[in-house]
């Protein structure tokens, strides 16, 4: 973390250096300055390592915040599911290959952390299912995490829909897939989180009412003797 902190740092200087260079040779003009920032190699370059640093400490705050720390299988899940999505995710999007640049690059990292958010959220309400009681931070992070995840996959429908209807076949199309599937497994976690609560409830209320039960019949037992 402390790495990825000064490589950032490191990037933003850069990229200012960059941006004032390109503002100067502009004459201080807006529009001769945006044109020369996106088009030089150096410049997109520079953005586009400074969006990819942005969207990874998003992705931190966003874990950190959600799920708070990580367990070991979570972290190995993350691991193995990352290498095989990755290389499948690169080999179907070779058929849009002439699309490659850098909003692919983005694009694609996005994507990535949204589906990392998902997996852990998948293990986290599988611990629930394992779990005799959980604390209430738990149920509030879980929660917070189905619905900022279905709002997510919304937009990601939406948006990739419309990119389709616009622009025709392209990466939308696999991209508009993607987020389906994941809105799908939000709303079967959903349903399943919604009949685990239930479940706990219930055995919760079932060993009070034992409880009670026990409670009366000691309480008889002294009665009596």
């Known amino acids: 973390m402390l790495t990825a902190g000064l ?3 490191l990037n933003a ?3 200012g250096n960059t941006a004032w260079r390109a503002y100067t040779t502009a004459d201080r003009q807006f529009f001769p300055f945006a044109a020369h ?3 030089a190699t150096d410049a997109i370059t520079l953005m586009t390592a400074f969006a990819l640093f942005t969207l990874y400490f998003t992705t931190m705050a966003t874990k950190r915040i959600l799920f708070g720390r990580l367990r070991l299988i979570e972290e190995e899940h993350l691991r193995e599911f990352g290498w095989m999505t990755a290389s499948e995710s690169l080999l179907a999007m070779t058929v849009f ?4 640049d850098a909003g692919f690059v983005l694009l694609f990292a996005a994507v ?4 990392a958010v998902h997996w852990v959220a998948k293990d986290r ?7 005799v009681r959980l604390p209430e931070y738990y149920h509030v992070r879980m929660v917070a995490c189905l619905v900022f995840l279905m709002v997510v996959d919304v937009v990601g429908v939406g948006v990739s829909a419309v990119s389709l209807y616009s622009s025709g076949p392209s990466m939308a199309l696999l991209l508009i897939s993607d987020f389906t599937i994941l809105l799908l497994s939000v709303v079967a976690m959903s349903v399943k989180y919604g ?8 055995r919760v209320e079932n060993d009070a009412f034992e409880l009670s039960l026990f409670s009366l019949d000691r309480s008889t037992l002294l009665y009596y003797f």
């Open 112 to 115: 990535l952390a949204v589906k």
């Open 13 to 15: 200087v850069l990229l």
């Open 195 to 202: 009949v685990a609560v239930y479940e706990q409830r219930q």
């Open 97 to 100: 290959r002439n699309q490659f």
């Open 37 to 39: 920032l996106f088009t």
């Open 7 to 9: 490589l950032f740092t």
């Open 125 to 131: 309400q599988e611990m629930m299912e394992q779990s």
